[in-house]
């Protein structure tokens, strides 16, 4: 779900999910360094059946702790950048409170827009044809007709 999230928002969202990646990696690989101290433990004990059931159950708990975490990412993305917006909470005290039937405390909204470099490839790729026409042309326009 973040990575479907992240075709249509990625310019917005690439830098949250980048963090969130670097946050996780450091978790595995410390978890990992502490499963492989526990089946080397394991092994110098003499205990080596124990040891695929200790891998299984860490490699699980691991995986388990990934797909959860990953869909709280896509649970906070989806609420912070929806419908072209960038939503957080409120950074005003006190904190405006809309009132109202459905009540509910009013959030900061961001609108980014479009970036520079975007607007410039659509006018070039587009040339004079989304071009808001002038007052003067539509009524050049209008004399033709």
Do not use: C
Not at 61 to 83: E, I, S, Y
Not at 118 to 127: M, N, S
């Amino acid at each position: 779900m973040v990575s479907n999230f992240a075709y249509t928002h990625y310019s917005l969202v690439q830098p949250t999910i980048h963090e969130r990646i670097i946050a996780t990696e450091k978790v595995l690989w410390n978890e990992l360094a502490a499963s492989d101290a526990q089946a080397l433990d394991l092994i110098r004990a003499g205990a080596s059946s124990q040891l695929s059931d200790l891998m299984n159950q860490q490699a699980d708990r691991l995986g388990t702790r990934v797909v959860k975490d990953w869909l709280a990412l896509w649970q906070q993305l989806f609420v912070t950048h929806r419908d072209g917006f960038i939503v957080s909470a409120p950074t005003v005290i006190p904190v405006p409170d809309h009132g109202g039937k459905m009540g509910g405390v009013v959030p900061k909204v961001v609108e980014p827009g479009y970036s520079n470099e975007w607007k410039q490839r659509i006018a070039l790729d587009t040339g004079d044809r989304l071009a808001v026409p002038t007052l003067a042309s539509t009524k050049s326009a209008a004399s033709r007709k």
